[in-house]
């Protein structure tokens, strides 16, 4: 190979390239961004638009379907959905993977602005989901004083300080009051003095006035004039005349209660059952979130410290982060690598049983890693749980290449030939089988490019980081082992003497190796027996081997059927393994959604929670329970609609607690909650990989009661279906509506506006913002509302004048009839269809086996005419990607074929390699099935990540077969010579791809969820076919017919240019 002749002919000029590379490569390594899983971009947009105090059904007509209708056209928009809620619309576009939501954003925006929303509706705002815009950090801020005043520090100390770290993209503040100035107006005061509350508004807005009135000149001076009269204070608030009596003047003090207050309030934070400010940080997408973090941690100090100076004591301390758990996953990752390059030099060792050429093999892993660490910072990779497993996924099999290349020089030596001549002509006589085994390993990731959905997201990290590794440890394996190979050998005449350079490396790695070797005596010491016993049952093994061998290939039809036979039924009990689409990803916290009936008080609420609180806390496996009253988080930092009887816990466990503590905690409180009466819990762990609930029906329908009436019988009787927890219903009851239906012709005949009398009955009931007191923080809202109007109920209603300024006034009751409704809490559409949807988690039952069942069950439920159902969630994801990844896997083996097929030159052999792929593929199905592992979206990476890795023991068989036959011997001395030969590089090979990859199976420390399903799958698919294959592929080789190398017969000897 050119590659090798260059490297031996400028020895020095390889050793200082490796140098540079791995210079550069620590280098990058200090560059490389750090985050928990690689950049997500999910194709979808949500659009909010809020319109405060609607109902859903008011929602629906007034902005969702406006909104749908107008957005429906967008390009490349797959999915429109919607929810309507009270005061909030979502609609959700989701956009074919691949497209350009940028473009996207901005067609959106345009087409909004030409939509004409109702005057009271608040601009649409548009949402990016992305589940690295979860907040990275949640700070609490707690001290002596009330809540108001900690909010305003909240708002204008600590939220200030940490906006302006590079990196942070914003700070939302939840919890506490918010100030706002009550005007509460005496309707009996105000209807004797002859006034109407919109005068009252009109005044407060006259009298707050600071407007520029141009500018003047006298002489050489100009002059600006401004109109100052803006108010100033809340007595100045008090002071404004409203109106007179004869001569006298009627201030607003005198019709109306003037207050500096709070507003409305409809959530409330809590830390430990403790009231508190919730400050959440959130980061840019582009931004390194264990930076970010560090920099918060470092500018909290300074913060506390100004908060030391206010005259009462305020705290402001950490109660989640992020990078926590980034850097314990990272760590983890790194570890498991570690151990796994030593177990894999361990095995070099047990197997060489000589230092110098352990230290030789063992160089590829860290110049292939470290190597690595340059390109990923070049193809702009983040260092995550993903991409360092992929590494350490790859660690085992970056020696592979520098094993067979080693051995085969060794095996020149043996024959004979000088050291250089040795490392040149071992390399070449494996260098075309060791590039095509990397090869077949680095093109089953191509495949991953047509895997759609997060699955292909996620792992496009993970196959170019094994891949760069795999390409280094390809190069190292051709270039670098060569040189060391021979500059480290014992000195013998060469024709060309190499200069003296070379002359003290070679003396140099002589010395570490002598080193090295009194270093290891009583290691050594230790081990001879262990190297004893383990060379002599390598010994035997390989007698036994090519005995049994021979018996083998004696009765080679009977063998062949008997594994077909087996792995066959093997992969049959595959179809019962359970499904999943990711495994749950233990963080040490749960959450807890509660919800009670529609209409619950926020008080109430917070009552009904901090039960729950005290019960979490009391657990002693709990460490930490924050709450969110009034509001309940999705995953992605998309809010549901603050509601007053909805409420959310994060329970923090210990440190330390395993996944059986926080199953029982889990347990625990589902037990507890799942009993009181009025009360509805889900709980969930967090989730990076889907937004849905594991199990979800849709049920389609016109009629919003026929819906309702489906939706709850179903959602009743899956309460006892097997397997389903925390079954709820979209089509829960909404809030009591009271309902004003005018009489036009009443309102005629009084000369009544009905929109006047709407805005006038919003005055009363929901108050107005008049205008604001303009502070040096912030302006402060001044509401203006009737007094008492919400504690009298609807007689206060019903006795309202309609027509405050008359000498005659008119009650609304004479003009309207009221009633009251109830709708829905929320109205759901699917591609501009009504929608009801019943959720539920899984529990103890397999995901896949689930929805099967569940779909059987719904075919035997009968639907009204018009209506349809189907099952949707994270199932539907599970079946999408199976899909993705089952295609991937088909053109993996087809691309394996390809390469081999280009190797041998045949369009047969490769055939016999490809073999290997069933018999690994059963292998893996029956690891899982002794681990307990269910079949998710890892689990089918590595199933294709094996179809690379289980060919190259095939490979190099096949390979040296072809050479000996083209030496001339028969094809059956030929293929148990290449048995013989590669028996022991087999197994080597195999060995330090499992021991590499065996603590990543061991499923410990943080993230291991995400790293054991992978490594299980590859490690048993690789013994069995390790075993299989040398066993079985010799019988195939004479069985099908090795003398068919050539399909299209005899190749001439037809003369290559050498230039």
């Known amino acids: 190979m050119r590659w090798t002749q260059l490297a031996l002919s400028r020895p020095v000029s390889t050793l200082m390239a490796t140098i540079a590379l791995l210079l550069f490569g620590w280098l990058a390594l200090s560059r490389l961004p750090v985050d928990l899983l690689p950049e997500l971009t999910y194709p979808s947009v949500t659009i909010r638009t809020r319109l405060p105090e609607a109902a859903p059904a008011e929602v629906e007509t007034l902005l969702s379907k406006r909104i749908e209708e107008v957005v429906g056209v967008v390009s490349h928009v797959g999915r429109i959905s919607s929810i309507s809620r009270a005061g909030q619309s979502d609609v959700v576009l989701e956009f074919g993977w691949g497209t350009n939501v940028d473009l996207a954003v901005l067609d959106i925006r345009e087409r909004l602005d030409r939509l004409r929303l109702p005057p009271d509706a608040e601009p649409p705002i548009l949402l990016r989901y992305d589940p690295s815009l979860d907040p990275i950090m949640r700070l609490s801020l707690s001290g002596e004083t009330d809540l108001l005043t900690l909010r305003k520090v909240a708002e204008h100390v600590v939220k200030r300080r940490f906006e302006v770290i590079d990196g942070v993209a914003s700070v939302h503040i939840g919890g506490g009051f918010e100030e706002e100035i009550r005007v509460e107006v005496d309707e009996a005061r105000l209807a004797r003095l002859g006034l109407a509350l919109p005068q009252v508004i009109a005044r407060l807005q006259q009298e707050n006035v600071d407007l520029v009135g141009g500018a003047i000149r006298e002489g050489d001076i100009r002059y600006l004039v401004r109109t100052r009269n803006a108010l100033a204070s809340v007595a100045g608030i008090g002071s404004i005349v409203v109106g007179r009596q004869g001569s006298t003047a009627i201030l607003l003090r005198d019709v109306a209660e003037v207050r500096q207050s709070y507003k409305d309030r409809y959530l409330m934070t809590r830390l430990n059952g403790k009231e508190i400010i919730e400050l959440a940080l959130y980061k840019r997408v582009d931004s390194n979130t264990v930076s970010v973090a560090q920099q918060v941690r470092e500018r909290l100090l300074t913060v506390q410290d100004q908060l030391d100076e206010l005259p009462y004591a305020a705290h402001v301390d950490i109660m989640s982060n992020q990078a926590d758990f980034i850097q314990q996953a990272i760590r983890e990752v790194l570890k498991t690598a570690w151990l796994g390059g030593l177990l894999a030099m361990l095995v070099l060792y047990l197997f060489l049983h000589d230092v110098r050429s352990t230290l030789i093999i063992g160089s590829a892993i860290p110049v292939s890693v470290v190597g690595s660490f340059l390109l990923m910072y070049l193809l702009e990779l983040s260092l995550n749980i993903l991409s360092l497993g992929g590494l350490a996924l790859g660690i085992g099999m970056l020696v592979d290449n520098a094993i067979v290349v080693l051995e085969s020089i060794e095996r020149q030596r043996a024959a004979g030939l000088a050291r250089w001549h040795a490392a040149l002509q071992g390399t070449i006589e494996v260098g075309q089988a060791i590039t095509a085994s990397t090869l077949t390993t680095v093109c089953v990731f191509v495949p991953l490019i047509f895997v759609s959905g997060v699955a292909g997201q996620l792992f496009n990290d993970l196959a170019l980081t094994v ?107 595959g179809m019962f393994l359970p499904q999943a689409f990711m495994p749950e990803l233990h963080q040490g916290e749960l959450i807890v959604d509660i919800t009670l009936p529609v209409g619950t008080p926020l008080a109430t609420t917070a009552q009904q929670v901090e039960t729950v609180e005290k019960l979490a806390i009391a657990h002693p496996l709990v460490s930490q329970v924050y709450s969110s009253i009034g509001r309940q988080q999705r995953s992605g930092g998309i809010a549901n609609a603050e509601r007053e009887h909805v409420a959310q816990l994060h329970v923090r466990l210990a440190p330390g607690a395993t996944l059986a503590d926080e199953t029982l905690v889990l347990s625990d409180l589902r ?132 027509n405050p300024q008359s000498d005659v006034p008119v009650p609304l009751s004479a003009v309207a009839e009221m009633r009251v409704t109830r709708g829905p809490s929320d109205i759901r559409h699917e591609d501009l269809q009504r929608v009801a949807v019943i959720s539920a988690n899984v529990q103890g039952r397999s995901l896949g086996h689930t929805v099967r069942e569940l779909q059987h069950w719904l075919t035997q439920q009968p639907l009204p005419a018009g209506m349809a159902a189907r099952v949707r969630g994270q199932s539907a994801e599970m079946i999408s990607a199976f899909r993705s990844l089952g295609f991937a896997l088909a053109l993996a083996v087809f691309l394996v074929y390809l390469v081999l097929a280009s190797q041998f030159e045949s369009l047969f052999q490769p055939l016999l390699v490809l073999f290997a792929i069933p018999l690994g593929m059963s292998g893996a199905v029956l690891a899982l099935w002794l681990t307990g592992q269910s079949l998710n979206v890892l689990v089918c990476i590595g199933a294709v990540l094996l179809v690379g890795i289980v060919v190259n023991n095939a490979i190099v068989l096949v390979d040296y077969a072809n050479q000996c036959r083209d030496r001339g011997l028969p094809a059956q001395e030929a293929i148990r010579e290449a048995a013989a030969v590669r028996f022991r590089p087999i197994l080597m090979t195999a060995a330090t791809t499992v021991l590499g990859l065996l603590p990543m199976a061991l499923g410990l420390g943080q993230g291991a969820e995400l790293r054991a399903p992978l490594a299980i799958t590859v490690i048993g698919g690789l013994l069995v076919a390790t075993g299989l294959v040398l066993w079985t592929l010799p019988a195939a080789y004479l069985a099908l017919g090795a003398g068919r190398r050539h399909s299209f017969g005899p190749v001439p000897n037809v003369p290559v240019d050498q230039r």
């Open 671 to 802: 037990r507890d909650l799942l009993t009181r009466p009025g009360l509805q819990a889900q709980f969930a762990r967090p989730s990076y990989f889907s937004v849905s609930m594991p199990l979800e029906i849709e049920i389609r329908g016109h009629e919003l009661e026929t819906l309702r009436q489906v939706a709850q019988t179903w959602s009743e009787a899956l309460t006892s279906f097997p397997g389903l927890t925390d079954v709820r219903s979209s089509m829960a009851p909404g809030e009591p509506e009271l309902h004003i239906e005018f009489d036009r012709q009443k309102l005629a005949v009084l000369g009544l506006d009905l929109a006047d009398i709407a805005t006038l009955i919003k005055q009363h009931v929901q108050g107005e913002v008049a205008t604001a007191l303009a502070r040096a923080e912030q302006d402060v809202d001044i509401r203006v509302r009737a007094q008492n109007m919400l504690g009298q109920g609807r007689a206060a209603i019903e006795q309202l004048p309609i």
């Open 467 to 573: 891949s760069c590794a795999l390409l280094t440890s390809l190069v190292v394996a051709v270039t670098l082992i060569p040189v060391l190979a021979a500059v480290s050998g014992q000195p013998e005449p060469v024709p060309e003497a190499p200069g003296p350079v070379i002359r003290v490396v070679a003396a140099g790695l002589r010395g570490v190796g002598w080193g090295m070797h009194w270093l290891a005596r009583p290691l050594t010491w230790l081990l001879a027996r262990v190297e004893s016993g383990f060379n002599r049952v390598l010994q035997r093994s390989r007698e036994t081997y090519l005995m049994g061998l021979d018996q083998v290939l004696r009765y080679r039809w009977l063998a062949l059927g008997l594994v077909v036979l087996g792995c066959g039924a093997i992969l049959y009990m």
